[in-house]
T-cell receptor, first 112, second 115 residues
Framework: GDSVTQMEGPVTLSEEAFLTINCTYT??????LFWYVQYPGEGLQLLLK?????DKGSNKGFEATYRKETTSFHLEKGSVQVSDSAVYFC???????????FGAGTRLFVKA | NAGVMQNPRHLVRRRGQEARLRCSPM?????VYWYRQLPEEGLKFMVY????????ESGMPKERFSAEFPKEGPSILRIQQVVRGDSAAYFC?????????????FGPGTRLTVL
């Protein structure tokens, strides 16, 4: 079945450092891909998405490009802030279209 | 416009008791999804419902778990005879149309602790 694999955390960075969180997926079709963010004690918020190959999703300085050839959707940000500390989940839309399949999450700590 | 609402936010039950988790979708949304998050893990899909219908329950345990989304009122996830392994955060999400076509909006979750 469809699945998502993302790099294990925690990732600890200093403020203004460059961020990459790797995500690869396995799917039988061409699913939509998502990054969600979860702040402590809260639910998930959609951060960005891409619906087809070579699409780039972007929001709040974060970017990710849908790479069909490498089945990847890596999350990047050029300069992280303390307020970016959270857990980040890579996800894909199940090819049946009914549910979202999540990776295990990557916890990010940003130090001032 | 209020977001997805879940209650209670925290629920403590003893083994063998019943747990009822409620989810009120965003206004106008008729598609509801339930997910479970075990500690330090990602969310796992449980069930997808539309008003009065279960569309996909492939992620629901076969026993003790049930879900409904009545014509009036919130969606309910019910866990009978809870066990310690049911301790988790349960998230509800809603969308305007079928998942994948429209963004799913998540509630703040219900954290269930089974003693």
């Amino acid at each position: 079945g469809d699945s998502v694999t993302q790099m294990e955390g925690p990732v600890t960075l200093s403020e203004e450092a460059f961020l990459t969180i790797n995500c690869t997926y396995t799917a039988t079709g061409y699913p939509s891909l998502f990054w969600y963010v979860q702040y402590p004690g809260e639910g998930l918020q959609l951060l960005l998405k891409a619906t087809k190959a070579d699409d780039k999703g972007s929001n709040k300085g974060f970017e990710a490009t849908y790479r069909k050839e490498t089945t990847s959707f890596h999350l990047e940000k050029g300069s992280v802030q303390v307020s970016d500390s959270a857990v980040y989940f890579c996800a894909l839309e199940d090819t049946g279209g009914f549910k979202t399949i999540f990776g295990a999450g990557t916890r990010l700590f940003v130090k001032a | 416009n209020a977001g997805v609402m879940q209650n209670p936010r925290h629920l403590v039950r003893r083994r063998g008791q019943e747990a009822r988790l409620r989810c009120s979708p965003m206004k106008g949304h008729s598609h509801v999804y339930w997910y479970r998050q075990l500690p330090e893990e990602g969310l796992k899909f449980m069930v997808y419902l539309q008003k009065e219908n279960i569309i996909d329950e492939s992620g629901m345990p076969k026993e003790r778990f049930s879900a409904e989304f009545p014509k009036e009122g919130p969606s309910i996830l019910r866990i009978q005879q809870v066990v310690r392994g049911d301790s988790a955060a349960y998230f509800c999400a809603s969308s305007l149309s079928r998942g994948g076509l429209d963004e799913q909006f998540f509630g703040p979750g219900t954290r269930l602790t089974v003693l």
